[in-house]
């Protein structure tokens, strides 16, 4: 495992797991810090096609006795991802994680690029790794929700080292009490960009577009 505790805790300049997400949550808000942080994981790995942190998240962070969190395998998030319509250009997720299903989509929208071929298969077939020249992050929108506080921080990295366009909100997806949304930018046709990180003010407006019953501090 490449993202093992003491790598990511080393990373992150913390000594104790336990600190990782307020850690990682503060610098995912640091328009400095945020590029030298994915510049510093992009050092050990630059393989953007699954969850770093998948193994480091369920050992040290998940709150399975609370919030019964799991890991989604990596075949069924393949699977999952291909029942959902490729070629929408839109993708919602609730209850995302730490993203391991978005990336999943991510990376087939990334490889496919069926908005900027098309869904012509024929294309790819015929000329492979074309989406590299095609593909334009600014067509693809990803929208996913997530009510953990541990969780957020490493959803926010997934989706800005892939320079990924959307909004993840903090939220309950069933009783729709949010306590944060972030919009999630990449205004360039960079596929190997970053995105920014911007917190959404806590306006009528935001709970209108995103459904939004309530702003709270804390998840009843």
């Keep these: 495992m490449l993202f093992d505790v003491k790598t990511v805790n080393a990373l992150l300049d913390i000594d104790e797991s336990y600190k990782a997400p307020e850690r990682m949550l503060q610098l995912m808000l640091d328009n400095n ?20 942190f998948h193994e480091y998240f369920e050992d040290e962070q998940a709150e399975r006795k ?8 990596a075949g069924i998030a393949k699977l999952m991802s291909r029942l959902v319509n490729p070629n929408a250009g839109i993708y919602y997720e609730p209850a995302a ?37 095609t593909y334009d992050p600014r067509r693809y929108w990803y929208q996913v929700e997530e009510m953990s506080d541990r969780a957020i921080p490493f959803l926010l990295f997934n989706m800005a080292i892939r320079g990924m366009n959307g909004v993840a909100v ?24 970053f995105s920014e990180i911007i917190k959404l003010p806590h306006t009528e407006e935001i709970q209108q577009e995103f459904d939004i019953r309530n702003w709270v501090k804390e998840f009843k």
């Design 33 to 52: 810090k945020r590029v030298k942080t994915f510049k510093s994981f992009l050092q050990v790995s630059t393989k953007l096609d699954f969850d770093w």
């Design 66 to 73: 609370s919030k019964k969190q799991d890991f989604t395998p």
């Design 97 to 133: 994680g730490t993203g391991g299903i978005l990336i999943t989509r991510w990376n087939q929208d990334r490889i496919n690029d069926p908005i900027g071929l098309h869904g012509n298969k024929k294309i790819l077939e015929k000329n492979p790794g074309i989406s590299m020249f």
């Design 170 to 193: 903090q939220c309950d997806s069933l009783s729709r009490d949010a306590k944060e949304a972030y919009f999630i930018r990449n205004d360039t046709d960079n596929w190997l960009g």
